[in-house]
């Protein structure tokens, strides 16, 4: 049958690679019953280009058959695409020239039910949460520092080695050891079962991660596996589960004790930050620094007050205290008794003066005298005595006898 095409020309009878591919795709986009197929299939490895592009892979259970469908198509769906999702895709099958690489261009898509594989995840994952596999009351606290962290996974993926280097980062003191497993395929289930029950056996480490990169369902159905699953809730070492990417979800993730949207993610989660711990050490040191120095400020004017308060109540103090108050009667009793001095001084004074006043020797002074009978008895009458009788005179300067020789009475005047 000829399509109008020239067979490519042959060289000693061989073909390159570029016109055999060629010479397919042309094959492919002549034949009616490729130009207009509707395929169905299981959706797997579902990638969401950036230029809106979707690219999948369509599989039954003997086969499967690469798929892309261009934004233009992308943009008149109804429902949003989904790994384990059963369709029905719409297109033509031909190569991408380049890769020779058998695909179908998907124009259109429409929901045809749950995958296999997705039923029996549903079915599974109803079951063990019956028996209470994943009843958040049993999950476990994990260490807030742990010492050792034990890694389970393929040692020559990328995720361990995200993981070493994200835990490295953040706390490089804890120790990893790493248990080299199976993550894919028919023997995986059994290579994860053994390095949960070894690792626990030796209680060779605080925390274990679980997990690998993402892929579609089928890359990750061991960490779906129902001996996986039960290995690892009977787990007496807390743990944590990291499978996939973000949207990845595996029934491991509901039995571990955490579940990390990413391999990174979990090594976050299985370590601290020793960044966040010095920031909270030295913040702890500030508040330990300012409360010991309110401390020793508060002791101190304790400390005074109470210096106070024994000073005030030593016996060297109420003697000071005594003799400062006898100091303080002393000079108020001085004042009283000067006054008192003072007022008695005067009154004797206006005493004395008085006294001088009516004092005979203060009268004998101006010229005055004092006579008396030889009995002693002052004469102050003509009467009392009579001619020759001896008298005694006194005078302010001394005594003197003499005798009467006359005496003359003086006559009363009559006024009248």
């Known amino acids: ?228 699953v039960r290995t690892l809730a009977a787990s007496e070492i807390p743990t944590i589960s990291a499978v996939g990417h973000e949207t990845d979800f595996t029934l491991c993730d509901f039995a571990a004790d955490r579940r990390a949207p990413t391999p990174s993610a979990a090594a976050e989660i299985a370590v601290p930050d020793r960044n966040e711990y010095r920031v909270r050490a030295d913040d702890a040191f500030d508040k330990l620094s300012n409360a010991m120095l309110r401390c020793v400020s508060e002791r101190n004017i304790r400390f005074t007050q109470l210096q106070k308060r024994l000073e005030l109540c030593s016996p060297t103090s109420r003697l000071a205290t005594e003799k400062k108050m006898l100091s303080h009667k002393k000079e108020i009793l001085d004042r009283l008794i000067g006054g008192i001095y003072i007022q008695q001084r005067d009154k004797l004074s206006a005493i004395s003066a008085s006294l001088t006043l009516i004092n005979p020797l203060a009268i004998l002074a101006r010229g005055y005298s004092i006579t008396k009978d030889g009995d002693g008895r002052i004469i102050n009458s003509v009467d009392m005595i009579a001619e020759n009788d001896e008298l005694n005179i006194t005078f302010a300067d001394g005594d003197i006898g003499a005798r009467v020789l006359s005496k003359r009475v003086k006559e009363e005047t009559n006024n009248g």
């Open 1 to 228: 049958m000829n399509f109008g095409y020239t067979a490519p020309e042959q060289h000693d009878g061989a073909l390159t690679v570029c016109e055999l591919n060629r010479y397919v795709k042309m094959l492919m986009d002549n034949d009616a019953l490729l130009s207009s197929v509707c395929v169905c299939g299981e959706i797997s490895n579902l990638k969401y280009h950036t230029s809106g592009h979707l690219y999948f892979t369509l599989k039954d259970e003997e086969a499967e058959i690469s798929a892309v469908m261009f934004r233009s198509a992308v943009q008149n769906m109804r429902f949003a695409a989904k790994n384990g999702m059963k369709v029905r895709a719409y297109g033509r099958v031909s190569t991408y020239e380049k890769s020779g690489k058998c695909q179908i261009y998907v124009s259109a898509m429409t929901d045809d039910g749950i995958g296999a594989l997705q039923l029996e995840y549903e079915r599974l994952r109803q079951k063990l949460a019956s028996e209470g596999l994943f009843d958040e009351k049993k999950k476990r606290a994990l260490p807030k520092v742990p010492s050792c962290i034990g890694i389970i996974t393929s040692p020559t993926g990328a995720a361990v080695r995200d993981m070493i280097n994200v835990t490295g980062r953040r706390w490089p003191s804890a120790k990893i050891l790493i248990y080299p497993s199976l993550v894919q395929g028919a023997e995986a289930p059994e290579s994860l079962c053994r390095a949960i029950e070894v690792l626990n056996a030796y209680n060779a480490c605080d925390v274990i991660i679980i997990g690998r990169g993402g892929g579609s369902i089928e890359d990750l159905w061991a960490f779906n596996d129902e001996r996986v």
